[in-house]
């Protein structure tokens, strides 16, 4: 049922999400409003829920696969804080040799299943210089680079059935929502390491190169990362609300003297340390929706 890897675009009619969302209505009683997608190493959301329904992405009918390490490639099915959701276990990445339609399959299907409210988050490297390795970034804007480039998951026919031609995205990261999680983190004492920022995406899969790094710091990014976009591209154009969180793994190398070097490893890393807070973070804000 794999969805072939392209870097051609693949173009999925209404009928295809359609029949996805159906199979996996067949699967779970559950009925989610809610859809979380973990990024590298924050799989563990997915394991806060209760009366779980776990289906591997390669059952899905149309349904692409995850190649990433720290991406277990699975849909989670469950309740959290009482709240029906479903969790991504593993996303798709432009990177791995997908398509941009392939990459954001799976969000026009939450849409049919009902979701209402999409919770994002991701690994990223910090541009700001004053954000900390283990700072949780409230998304508040993006840059989508390589939309600049016309990699766009709604270049193409419209959908009316999906949303309008033209998608307004000045409010793309729910106002509400933004200030719900920094309440919630006050309540747990994670106010001293939450920042808020504009998430930058690049294609991936190489770091970033110093004169790069420059570039996007000039642009006005704090965080840069290698995925996001696409899913909140679709989701607002689906009418989701849509928070985005980033956790900052790694300062990246702005000195050409620096011995340093981005690694995947410390993505991992700085992910395992900080997991705990943010599953706390999301589980108290899902409650509170």
């Not at 159906?22 to 409003?33: G, I, M, N, S």
């Not at 990223?124 to 998304?139: E, K, Q, R, T, W």
């Not at 110093?210 to 591209?233: F, H, N, R, W, Y």
Request: net charge negative.
């Amino acid at each position: 049922m794999e969805a072939a890897a392209s870097s051609t675009s693949s173009r999925y009619s209404y009928e295809d999400y359609k029949e996805t969302a159906d199979w996996l209505l067949a699967q779970t009683e559950q009925r989610p409003k809610v859809a979380i997608i973990c990024g590298s190493g924050l799989g563990g959301l997915a394991d806060q829920l209760l009366d779980r329904t776990v289906v591997k992405y390669e059952e899905i009918p149309h349904f692409p696969t995850s190649t990433v390490p720290g991406h277990a490639g699975q849909l989670v099915f469950g309740t959290l804080q009482d709240r029906e959701c479903v969790c991504m276990q593993g996303r798709f990445h432009v990177y791995e040799g997908y398509d941009v339609n392939t990459v954001t399959y799976p969000l026009r299907v939450f849409s049919l299943l009902g979701v209402e409210t999409l919770i994002v988050t991701n690994a990223a490297g910090g541009l700001n210089d004053s954000f900390a390795v283990g700072d949780i970034m409230i998304i508040k804007d993006h840059i989508n680079l390589p939309g600049f480039a016309g990699t766009n998951p709604l270049c193409g026919p419209n959908d009316d059935r999906f949303g309008v031609r033209f998608p307004c995205m000045s409010d793309a990261y729910d106002r509400e929502l933004r200030a719900l999680v920094k309440q919630v983190a006050e309540e747990q004492g994670c106010g001293d390491f939450l920042q808020e920022g504009v998430y930058c995406m690049v294609a991936g899969p190489s770091y970033e190169t110093i004169a790069e790094c420059k570039l996007l710091q000039t642009l006005g990014a704090d965080a840069v990362g290698m995925s996001t976009v696409p899913e909140v591209l679709v989701a607002r154009h689906c009418g989701l609300r849509v928070l985005g969180v980033s956790l900052i793994t790694n300062k990246v190398v702005l000195d050409y003297d620096s011995g340093e070097k981005a690694n995947h490893e410390e993505v991992l890393k700085t992910t395992k340390s900080r997991t705990q807070d943010l599953q706390r973070l999301v589980s108290s804000l899902v409650s509170k929706i």
